[in-house]
């Protein structure tokens, strides 16, 4: 069965810091990928997807991911924090049997230090 | 453009009781699709509708149904409520199905007591 696993639950970095966010995938075909963003209280914002081609891919917000097919890894990288970068992220799996069905990491709460 | 939007924010329900919720999808989205948030947790898929035909599945029990309307938006129907149904309930919309961008609502807080 697919699953996803964000190995960090909790991340405190300093502002202007460099940020790299964990995400492995268990999946048995190429997956869809996404990683979204939840501040406390609200819905899930989507940062960047990937779907096929080049394997870094570039968000909003000054987020990159890069799919590592062999590691089965989809990491969430940003150069410099922001203070509020302050969240919950989310790593996701989607499903290409043909429904829109996203498999969930548990989420790693990132903490940014002034 | 107007996001997805749900309806109602907040919802207090005792046990045994039955809930609504309802989802307006972005304009032109057909699919409308269903997460369950408890807290500390991933959202877990619960149904997904395209064109008013259900589309997927999750793992939940029959007491979770929903539909969708002409008009593409939803309602999510939970009877006899449980304490472990309290969560956050998550609306996401999509302008196809089968790997399509999802775009999810604030979600209602629903606490059962």
């Known amino acids: 069965a697919q699953s996803v696993t964000q190995p960090d639950i909790h991340i405190t970095v300093s502002e202007g810091a460099s940020l790299e966010l964990r995400c492995n995938y268990s999946y048995g075909a190429t997956p869809y990928l996404f990683w979204y963003v939840q501040s406390p209280g609200q819905g899930l914002q989507l940062l960047l997807k990937?779907?096929?081609?080049?394997?870094l891919v570039q968000g909003i917000k000054g987020f990159e991911a890069e799919f590592k097919r062999s590691q089965s890894s989809f990491n969430l990288r940003k150069p410099s924090v922001h203070w509020s970068d302050a969240a919950e992220y989310f790593c996701a799996v989607g499903h290409t049997g043909g429904g829109n069905k996203l498999t969930f990491g548990t989420g790693t709460q990132l903490k940014v230090e002034l | 453009d107007a996001g997805v939007t749900q309806s109602p924010t907040h919802l207090i329900k005792t046990r045994g009781q039955h809930v609504t919720l309802r989802c307006s999808p972005i304009s032109g989205h057909k699919s409308v699709s269903w997460y369950q948030q408890v807290l500390g947790q991933g959202p877990q898929f619960i149904f997904q509708y395209y064109e008013k035909e259900e589309r997927g599945r999750g793992n939940f029990p029959d007491r979770f149904s929903a539909r969708q309307f002409p008009n593409y938006s939803s309602e999510l129907n939970v009877n006899a409520l449980l304490l472990g149904d309290s969560a956050l309930y998550l609306c996401a919309s999509s302008s196809g199905t089968g790997g399509y961008e999802q775009y999810f609502g604030p979600g209602t807080r629903l606490t059962v007591t």
């Open positions: 990937y779907f096929s081609g080049d394997t």
